[in-house]
């Protein structure tokens, strides 16, 4: 199974910084993709930001250029550096990865999400 312990989150005021952290765990033998998604109230979750293994970074239109997506593969963990938040940035955070796990003599892909973290901008 794939575990994601999420960490970061908080309340902050417009135009302030956070930074969000996750690291993945469970037999991983590589990491595809990891990456952060949020669900604001009343809206589907959408994509935040995602990095491959490789460090090829893809954002929303919404957060380039406030946001910065970085993984540290070794240590299976992904950071959000988030600045100029605004009050629309308020949401759950998710993380998620899709990694290669290993199963005695076989390897599978598997994905998994985070429990969520929350992130307030007050105005």
């Known amino acids: 199974q794939v575990q994601l312990v999420e960490s970061g989150g908080g309340s902050v005021q417009a135009g302030g910084p956070l930074i969000l952290s996750c690291a993945v765990s469970g037999s991983i033998v590589s990491i595809n993709t990891m990456g952060w998604f949020r669900q604001p109230p009343g809206k589907q979750r959408e994509l935040v930001a995602t990095?491959?293994?490789?460090?090829?970074?893809k954002y929303a239109d919404s957060v380039r250029g406030r946001f910065t997506i970085t993984i540290d593969n070794d240590k299976g963990t992904v950071y959000l550096q988030m600045n100029s938040l605004r009050p629309e940035d308020t949401a759950p955070y998710y993380c998620y990865a899709d990694v290669e796990r290993r199963h005695g003599d076989f390897f599978t892909e598997d994905e998994g999400w985070g429990q969520g973290t929350q992130v307030t901008v007050s105005s």
């Open positions: 990095i491959t293994e490789d460090g090829h970074e």
